[in-house]
């Protein structure tokens, strides 16, 4: 009697009509959206569980639904791909996107100074944060294999977050200051000079009606 092997894996093999092309683009983003890697020409992998084989079901039936045929399996690979090149395939899939959300916080480092910033521009550096900490919790989430491209990821996305967290203490500090001499409950009008958290702050301020 044959040794029987573990099945690690879920396939999904499908046949797409080639008409209409929105529907193949539609259906591979599906796929990559749960991080199922191809493995060959319309047969996609994903690691068992019970996660991947609802998402996979649902895909299945999207594929039906559309006028095509798919088929799922669970597989043990005996020959030609093993299962470390299986993973090493979901490793290098997941390395582009930690590398994708690494490059751009490069880029965003590049741009934008929190101290030397407007308004407008903190509150698009905060939009910026927010969105690269989902995309790379997204992406995380798919890391099946532990990825080394995650570290430096992380890394990354955490200097950007410190420099809102930045941006966003040294405006409130400032509104803190206008906030405090209006509540003084006279008008008044301010020169001064702010630096840094940290740094010294010198304020002057009169009040309008002892001016002539």
């Known amino acids: 009697m044959a040794e029987e092997r573990e099945t690690r894996w879920l ?8 008409k209409p092309d929105y529907f193949r683009v539609k259906i591979w983003r599906r796929l990559q959206r749960v991080g199922a890697v191809a493995i060959k020409n319309s047969v996609y992998v994903l690691p068992k569980s019970d996660q991947t084989l609802e998402d996979f079901q649902w895909i299945l039936r999207e594929i039906a639904e559309g006028g095509g045929e798919a088929s799922l399996c669970e597989a043990g690979f005996v020959e030609g791909l093993s299962d470390s090149q299986i993973e090493a395939l979901f490793r290098a899939a ?3 996107d930690y590398a994708s959300i690494a490059d751009e916080s490069r880029e965003l480092s590049k ?3 929190p101290r030397r910033a407007d308004e407008d521009a903190r509150s698009e550096l905060e939009t910026d944060a927010s969105r690269l900490r989902k995309r790379l ?20 996305v955490q200097v950007r ?3 809102r967290l930045s941006a966003r203490k040294g405006r409130d500090q400032i509104r803190y200051v206008r906030c405090g001499i209006h509540a003084r409950g006279r008008s008044v009008h301010i020169r001064g000079s ?3 958290p940290g740094a010294q702050r010198r304020w002057v301020a009169g009040d309008r009606g002892n001016h002539s």
């Open 11 to 18: 396939l999904l093999i499908h046949q797409i009509p080639p």
């Open 94 to 96: 997941r390395d582009a």
């Open 111 to 113: 741009k934008f100074h």
């Open 137 to 156: 919790a997204e992406v995380a989430a798919l890391d099946f294999f532990d990825s080394l491209g995650r570290q430096t990821a992380e890394g990354l």
């Open 161 to 163: 977050s410190s420099a």
């Open 194 to 196: 702010y630096h840094s």
